[in-house]
């Protein structure tokens, strides 16, 4: 199990809903804190503004699902599959995955900031312009990876693999070039200068 950040222990849940069929539906505005979401089918259902608060999703169902400008919050993700997933302008702060499945999942804005990624295989996603500072990422396994101006600041990525991933615009400073897998990966001349610099190089123009 990913441990939560700090090692601060999972939001105790209230309240179960279990095996229900939430297939193509509008969660839009919905309000849950506290909730246990187990094997749930959310498949291609969307949301707009919705509020999941300190819950657990167990063996969750998001696949090819649409949110936008939803809080998923302090949530705990298990075993829960993701594929062909969208999520615009939401907010995970504090959210911890564990054995979830991420093939095809599109991120595009949004503060991911303190997420528990750890060993995630994360090598078809997408992550564009999201915030996500001190997240963990340690041994995530993203070859391939698409991280476009994501604020990476202080995020763990020891032992990640992000060999042929596109990095550019990315916040590299907390990335230790030493211990991270980057071969193929793309970055721009401003990445080039904070890496070499990281390795101890002095970069000059004449």
Request: aromatic share 8%.
């Amino acid at each position: 199990m990913a441990e939560r950040k700090y090692g601060e222990p999972a939001p105790e849940t209230h309240t179960t809903i279990r095996s229900a069929d939430w297939d193509s539906e509008d969660l839009s505005g919905q309000n849950h804190e506290r909730v246990a979401f187990v094997n749930v089918d959310m498949t291609e259902a969307s949301s707009r503004g919705a509020v999941f608060h300190e819950c657990t999703f167990s063996g969750v169902r998001f696949n090819a699902s649409v949110h936008s400008d939803t809080a998923f919050t302090n949530c705990v993700f298990k075993r829960c599959t993701f594929f062909d997933a969208a999520f615009t302008g939401c907010k995970f702060v504090g959210s911890v995955f564990d054995g979830c499945s991420f093939d095809l999942l599109k991120v595009e804005g949004g503060d991911w900031s303190f997420v528990g990624l750890p060993g995630a295989d994360l090598h078809s996603a997408s992550f564009r312009d999201v915030r996500m500072r001190e997240a963990d990422l340690t041994g995530a396994r993203g070859a391939g990876v698409t991280l476009r101006g994501v604020d990476l600041s202080g995020a763990s990525l020891d032992r990640a693999d992000l060999s042929r991933g596109d990095l550019r615009g990315s916040d590299l400073s907390s990335l230790d070039p030493r211990a991270v897998k980057l071969k193929d990966a793309v970055i721009d001349i401003p990445q080039a200068v904070v890496i070499a610099t990281l390795l101890g190089l002095q970069v000059r123009s004449d």
